[in-house]
Each structure stands twice: as C-alpha cells, then as structure tokens.
C-alpha cells in the first residue's frame, strides 16, 4: 500500500523568503505520479504542480519547484521569494499508474510572515 | 466552466439518517473519487471510480456506498450516519491517465449528531 509522510505539521516563513515543505512517500511501483496541492483557509483545492516517476529533470511553475529525489523517495515542494497570499495547507499526494488511486500525505500549515 | 460540482454545502444529520452526497462533472472525466478531510489528517480516499460501471473501494470505504451509472455523476451515500462521520467530503475528477491532477469540488460539511 502507498503511503504519504509529510513530517511537519507547521512552518512559519518570511515574506520574500523560500521555504522547502517535505514529503516522502512509499511505493513498490515503479511507475507513479507525485502532485502537490494549496487549500487556502476558503477551502478549495488547488493543484500547484506534478512530477512523473521517470521525470529525469525537477518540475518547475512559476515560483514553484519540485526537488524529486526518487532513490530517496522524497518529493519536496519549494517555494520563492514567499507572498502573504501563500498562507494555506498544503498537501503531496501520490497516484500510482497500476493503482490509479490517489493518496494524500497529512499537509503540512504554512505561514507567511510579513 | 462548472467543472466538479457538489451538492449540498452543508448537511446536518441525526445519527441513523441515510443521505447522498452529490457529485457532477462536465469535463468528460473518466476517473473520480470521494475523499474525506478530517483535522491533522489529510484527505482519506472513501471510493473511486475508473468508468462508468465501475467503482473500487479507497482506504476507508466502511459506511459508505457509491455507484457510477454516468460518466458525469459520482454520488456517494451515507448508508446510516455516525459521528464518527462527521467531516468535509471532497469529490475529485480527472482524465484517467495518471499523470494527470484531480480537479476538486468545493466540498460538502457534513455534520452528525
């Protein structure tokens, strides 16, 4: 079974800063996709940006970027230069191409400071 | 541009009521899926469904029936309401190649008492 770990629940950044949340996953497929998620406190969920298993390069939008390390096992989200508007949760999920269902981690609460 | 549409916002229960959760999409999907959303939890997938005609249990299917008869509708149904399932439902839809991202309903606040 897959399974999502994003190890901290909070994090707290400066505005103009970049901030790095974790995730780490399990899966015995080698095929499979990683997708990172924003839920404002409105409630909606916005995918920010995915990354393939067989992706040789880090995925990249706007101020977003994956750092795919898959010997690892982990599928970090980076954000730059920080906006009050990035206050949100934010989760890492998984779907496997066999299983084709999609996995979330916990999320991990990210605030911007001004 | 509806995208995934769910029915109703907000739903008080009494413990031992059935209801249905509904869940619509315009964009020809093939895959969708019902998530709950519980504090310091993420969302669990509750069910899924690859085609009409076809449907598979997710990580926390116990209380919960579904059934695809469109390609469009995706209801979910609380067979008789607990507490325990008390929580925001999310509806998702996406093509049914795997690299591609879920677009999400709005959700549904489900309360029971």
Known sequence: ?114 | NAGVTQTPKFQVLKTGQSMTLQCAQDMNHEYMSWYRQDPGMGLRLIHYSVGAGITDQGEVPNGYNVSRSTTEDFPLRLLSAAPSQTSVYFCASSPYDSNQPQHFGDGTRLSIL
């Open chain 1, 1 to 114: 079974a897959q399974k999502i770990t994003q190890t901290q629940p909070g994090m707290f950044v400066q505005e103009k800063e970049a901030v790095t949340l974790d995730c780490t996953y399990d899966t015995s497929d080698q095929s499979y996709g990683l997708f990172w998620y924003k839920q404002p406190s409105s409630g909606e969920m916005i995918f920010l940006i995915y990354q393939g298993s067989y992706d040789e390069q880090n995925a990249t939008e706007g101020r977003y970027s994956l750092n795919f390390q898959k010997a690892r096992k982990s599928a970090n989200l980076v954000i730059s230069a920080s906006q009050l508007g990035d206050s949100a949760m934010y989760f890492c999920a998984m779907r496997e191409y066999n299983n084709n269902d999609m996995r979330f981690g916990a999320g991990t609460r990210l605030t911007v400071k001004p």
